[in-house]
């Protein structure tokens, strides 16, 4: 049956006159579908639609072998022609979308044109209608509030903002559709709808723009979505047209495409609901290019190929979203000559060098090596005399012994210096993530929990364990370092959201308020997730005497709540519910967990992690090296989550040692690693670096000289200092990777050139240049000394000519000497891990 | 309790020297003792030690030390030339320590003619003391020890780091004990106390262990030598904080070293073989006890005998009560609870992380007990969380802390249980933060819950001189419905000095005692002992009276400028010389007050020639908002409008108006004391007493 509301095909569709020609030479195509020369297949080959505007997006594609479709095959949607052999039953658009118009079967006939137009391929797509009633079973979860999604409407900028716009408000990304369904029909008087004439309702003449409307045009009067609006007014704006399920899922066609530029492709959209049912949803899903330099995506779901590399489009539609992976390759083909394998690592990142046509760079040298596996592993310099050792050496393994060196695995105590080190720097990492500070817990607090991380750091704990004793901690904040994480997050929302973004990498603040808008998590994900902190408390203990003031962190028993963990089932434990959420967390099922510190490491070695920002793990923002990311972080689940050897992996890697300058060939490319990316020292390294080189210690306020700016435990008020906080020495105020800016600024190259700091210390008797000249050391050996204090290298022979040449044209040689040193403090080979 | 040193002839001469040289003014300032250098004293040695204080140490003239084994007395110093009374705020100590006293803390106290020092404290060692020297604030400047040695050093001031190398065999057991911020909480004026940490390194400069807090905030730390070679050992404040008077002692040695023991509880008079539970212990066995039947119920520090040595002090608690020990099958849980008596003392650990441990017991319904956890206080690691459950797993009671003797334990207690129904119950224990280990050892004593009562003395001494009074104020904590009135007596006084001891009525909380010292009193000191007698009611039950020792708490300046109390084990009274006030008199003995009017007291004190410093009189012994000791009966205040207490300049007179409310109830002869205080500091005041003021409230 054919319901009076839907208009002449014609309105809808142009294809009216296709589908028509359709009926007359049905026949005729699918007998030439049997003599096709140019292969396509068809998604989907069967098509059920039910109910009014049920709609369905075909996609049509070459073949590549046979019958089947490959990531490499060419989206022909849009080029072939579609003909509906019973236009009452259904509707088919050029771009191939088919409109259920009344109950019956049919066949869709999608036929591609070879060179010529004389061969052809034709397929046949079986379809059925049925649901198609008088009276559109229309409810407002169903099928109007992804109209209103689609359009925008229940977006923050508009009716979804704080206080709605023009007194109409909406809730977020609809999130609470009961409220919504009530602010259409019954707020203001029903003053929005008008149920007897639904066509003058303010509801739609505002988006029609048939009045003004602040937001523009949002819906065309002759459109589909309109008449379901339509419909759904005139059956009295029910909030339900039964019961409403969940979309559980999205499934996208296709999922991959390796495309050239230029090139399209349509997409389709399956919702998959609570109850099995599945329904397309290509027209009201939401699209988003993840990288519009790569990717433009229209409202239709046709995605544009517009650059080179790798990027994805964001599909959104009910509380779910999915994506779709482009690639598009630099070159057609990489050779990478000289390529060899060190590790997994490198095979993987050989494939995607291969995959996206990228040659890398050849690798670094040996005093480049040192200096930026020595900075990126302990934070420190390599001395002058351990870099000359380093760099005559002649050990085919020295590369490699290093590593351990500064890992401290050698099994030799006197090779194994480094380990406080490597604890005193990974430490100022985990403290600026856990924000560690002063200005909240006290002096006592910090640095309980300072301890407890350089310790956990010294011995290497597993990460499993590091986190579990951080999210189940319970005792005196003086001696036990972790209980002070929750005085940091003080009540059960700063708990959830500081948990799951520093040890899953799910940024989950938005949930707090509505539906995760690239995710699909729910207020009730994040409040199931909150109900394992609920319990939390402290009490008072004099166990540091009558002075000591300290709180001891406590769980009362028998606190309820569904407790659950993101994605998981509920978990229950009588006495604290923290132990079954840390065994959840840290457990090996738990893919979030890994990849996340696997992305943080990756970003810290290589400058960029496999997902950029390295905290926002999410389906809709997946790795750039997928593969790479999973053998990592199967790695590090291996190792049972040994920090050491996931850090080890890395910089053993071919990849790692790669040189910073690009070929003409990958300069290009700032994602895939193929040459390293160079970072600026942190403010504590680039200070004790300073320090190192000039030889002048810098003394931190209340600290005893000595102490480095690595080792530095607090980013409150207690040790401030100038040059730290102009080079963005966190406050450690969030848990985000982002608050340690990597940015340069003009008060850091005042800072350097002019500042204080520099200048003081490369002018100090004591220093390196007053000991190298009450040495009466040669000219040569004192140039020598200041390039490999610096740079970790010997000057080169012009560098020294150049050297003796200043050294003529200087008023003497203490001169000569300050300037060189602070000329090489202020070069961009010294401020960088290069 | 502290014992008085032989008293020298130094101080008849000390006594003479002052009477003639102490000036006129200001004379209230008693020593507050700030630390002691070295702390520590190696046993069958005598050894020289610096002691420092806020106030005048000049005359000191006898040292009083808790426990046997040790004494001490004052290393003469030169008199001055000049014959003024010099300002010593440091003066030189000899301690001597026999070869059998038991190594641990104790508390000693110095007599001066301006009275009773605060409280100090030493540590007694079994090793050599090695003292701190030079600058050895890095590696480099390390200074060079052999163990075995205890180390004696300050944390004297901010970014101070002291570091002591020494020499050690691969496979050598190491064990360092920091005793350093345990030592400050009776230091009266230290206003900021050490949180030490140690770390022990290699020769390459590696950390090899570290430890910060591990007996509360002092550290201990046990590594064995990974190889032969040279060590450094590093102390500092956590927060690089420091002061002169943050001394601490590391007792360094290679020794086994017992945290605790398994069963925690032993019965008296029997043979008894205990776990030890401690540090590089290796074969050394099981540690073997007597204890004599005639030992203290509760908890004290023995020496056992381990293997063919002798173990460090560990603390056993002695019990009376049938013995009975956790059984190695599962009782986790009201289901599989353990059997058990009550009354009774169970021993059980806390085995693992997660381990909860239940013992049933049968009992009548109106049966009444008291159930404590005993742990943390002997040593254990356990913070007890105690539940009394019915035989279904219904909760009846529980308690987490305890607060006792005014202080906060993390051992727990529940009083005066009252069985609701014939049948089992469950008692229930677990460390309330779910760990565990061979450290979590308790003893859980079961008792039938009887009135008791504890009393309180504020605060650990009384300050006389010659033809004055002083006051000492008891305060009552009743338990399990004891309600009444108690008899206040004293023991010990030094010679010179009497008491009138007042009582604490069944509807109050204090009482008081008025100490009298002679016109012709000698400088003395003595430690007291107040006891509480219950006064028993005609239709009391029979049976001898409660009585009750009353447990001194010495005052603590708080940071900020509150009063806050120690427990200590003695109150010391002394007699000194003439201080600012002379006498504080009062203008009748007695005053009957009927409900609903008021009486005047007028009040006359002597100042000392030339002191003119303010003196406020009271009734109530309080600071700032808090009330410490009020022995007015019940509806009787003071009438602050109608009284003159700030007695300023020379003037010497003021007035008390006390007031009976109209619903007071009838007393007879309630003891007061009117006192004229001096400030010593915001906190502090020296106070002198009235005689006794009788206050009686008739019948409306």
Known sequence: MRHPLLRPASRLHGTCLLALAGLFFGQAAAQAAAQKSTPIVVAPEQVHLKGHFDRLQLVVSAAAQGSTRTDRSADLTRTVIYTSLNPDVVSVSPSGELLARGNGTTRVEVMARGQGGQEKNVRLVEVSVSGVAAKPAIGFRQHVSPILSKHGCNSGSCHAAQYGKGGFKLSVFGYNPQLDQKSIIRDRHQRRVNLVAPRESLFLRKPTLQVPHGGGLRLARDSVDHEILVAWLLAGGPDSNGKAHDVTRLEVYPKRRVATVGTTQQLRVVAHYSDKSTRDVTAWAKYDSMDESILEIAASGLVTASGRGQASVMIRFGSQAEISMFVTPFATTAKLEGWKNNNFVDELAAAKFRELGIEPSGLCDDATFLRRVSLDLIGTLPSPQSAVAFIDSKRPDKRQRLIDELLGQTGDPARDRFNDLYAAWWTLKWSDLIRNSSNKLGEQGMWALHNWIRESFRTNKSFDRFVSELVTAKGSIYSSGPANYFRINGNANDLTESTAQLFLGIRLECAKCHHHPFEKYSQGDYNGFAAFFKGVGTKSSEEFGLFGRESVVVVKAGTTGKATPLGGEPLEHPLDLRIPLAKWLTGKQNTFFAQNVVNRYVSYLLGRGLVEPVDDLRSTNPPTNVALMDALSQHFVTSNYDLKALLRAIVSSRLYQLRSQPTKANVGDTRFYSHFQVKRLAAEALLDAVDEATGVQTKFKSLPLGTRATELPDAGDFYSNYFLKTFAKPKRASVCECERSPDENLAQALHTLNGDTIAGKVANAKGRVGKLLTAKSTHEAVVQELYLATLGRRPSPQEQAASREFLAASPSPKECYEDLLWALLNSKQFLFVH | ?700
Not at chain 2, 6 to 26: G, Y
Not at chain 2, 56 to 70: I, K, M, P, R
Not at chain 2, 148 to 173: L, M, N, R, S, Y
Not at chain 2, 389 to 397: I, M, P, S, V, W
């Open chain 2, 1 to 700: 309790m502290l014992r008085p040193a032989p008293v020298s002839i130094f101080r008849l001469i000390a006594a003479a020297m002052l009477v003639a040289a102490v000036p006129t003014a200001a004379r209230a300032q008693y020593p507050m003792l700030m630390s002691l250098k070295p702390v520590a004293a190696q046993v069958g040695q005598a050894s020289e030690h610096t002691i420092t204080s806020r106030y005048n140490l000049y005359g000191a003239y006898q040292v009083l030390v808790s426990g046997t084994g040790v004494t001490a007395e004052v290393v003469p110093v030169p008199k001055p030339k000049d014959g003024k009374t010099p300002s010593l705020t440091s003066l030189k100590l000899k301690f001597t320590v026999a070869a059998n006293a038991l190594p641990g803390v104790r508390d000693f106290r110095l007599a001066t003619p301006r009275g009773a020092s605060t409280i100090g404290q030493i540590v007694i060692v079994a090793d050599k003391i090695v003292n701190e020297t030079g600058n050895n604030n890095s590696a480099k400047t390390a200074q060079a020890i052999t163990l075995p040695a205890t180390i004696c050093g300050a944390i004297e001031q901010a970014e101070d780091v002291d570091v002591f190398k020494f020499t050690a065999k691969k496979g050598q057991p190491l064990s360092f004990l920091v005793r350093s911020q345990r030592l400050q909480d009776r230091i009266h004026d230290l206003q900021k106390h050490v949180d030490p940490i140690l770390t022990l390194r290699t020769a390459a400069g590696s950390t090899l262990a570290s430890s910060d807090n591990y007996f509360f905030a002092d550290p201990f730390l046990a590594a064995t030598a990974p190889a032969d070679g040279e060590y450094t050992l590093e102390i500092r404040d956590v927060r690089y904080q420091g002061n002169g008077n943050w001394q601490y002692s590391i007792e360094s040695h290679s020794r086994p070293v017992v945290e605790t023991i398994y069963p925690l509880a032993v019965a008296l008079g029997i043979d008894v073989s205990l776990a030890p539970i401690g540090h590089h212990l290796g074969s050394a066995g099981s540690l073997k006890i007597n204890l004599p039947s005639d030992t203290p119920e509760g908890r004290g520090w023995h020496r056992l005998a381990l293997g063919p040595a002798t173990s460090n002090p560990v603390q056993v608690v002695a019990s009376r009560l049938p013995t009975s020990v956790e059984a190695a099958a599962a009782n986790n849980d009201p289901k599989s609870a353990q059997a058990v008596t009550v009354p009774s003392t169970i021993s059980g650990r806390i085995e693992s992380e997660a381990d909860i441990d239940c013992f049933v017991f049968e009992a009548k319904k109106g049966q009444k007990y008291t159930f404590e956890v005993i742990a943390r206080r002997a040593g254990s690691a356990l913070d007890a969380h105690l539940r009394i459950l019915d035989a279904k797993g219904k909760q009846l009671a529980l308690n987490d802390d305890l607060r006792r003797l005014k202080r906060l334990s993390q051992d727990s207690k529940f009083e005066n249980f009252t069985v609701p129904a014939d049948g089992k119950y469950v008692i229930e224990v677990r460390d309330v933060h779910l760990r565990g280990g061979p450290r979590f050892v308790y003893a859980i004593r079961t008792s039938r819950a009887v009135p008791y009562f504890d009393l309180f003395l504020d605060s650990d001494k009384t300050q006389l001189s010659p033809a004055t009074h002083g006051v000492i104020f008891v305060r009552v904590e009743r338990h399990n419905g004891f309600g009444s009135a108690i008899d206040l007596g004293v023991e010990g006084l030094p010679k010179g000095v009497t008491a009138r001891c007042g009582r604490i009525l069944a509807e109050g909380t204090d009482g008081c005692i008025i100490l009298t010292a002679e016109a012709k009193a000698q400088l003395a000191i003595a430690n007291i002992t107040v006891s509480g007698t219950e006064i028993q009611t005609a239709d009391a039950k029979s049976g001898p009276p409660l009585t009750s020792r009353a447990r001194p708490m010495q005052e603590t300046y708080m940071p900020g400028g509150g009063r806050n109390h120690w427990p200590v084990d003695a109150h010391a009274v002394n007699v000194g010389t003439l201080s600012d006030i002379r006498s504080v008199k009062l203008s009748t003995e007695s005053v009957t007050l009927k409900p609903g009017t008021s009486t005047t007291i007028k009040v006359n004190f002597e100042r000392a020639p030339g002191f003119t410093k303010n003196v406020t009189l009271d009734v109530l012994y309080r600071h700032l908002g808090s009330v410490y000791g009020n022995s007015l009966p019940k509806g009787v205040t003071i009438d602050a409008g109608a009284s003159k207490t700030l007695i300023t300049g020379k003037a010497s007179e003021g007035q008390i108006v006390l007031k009976a409310a109209a619903d007071a109830p009838e007393v007879q002869m309630q003891q007061v004391s009117v006192m004229a205080n001096v400030s010593i500091n915001f906190v502090m005041k020296a106070t002198y007493s009235s005689p006794p003021l009788m206050v009686s409230v008739s019948k409306k």
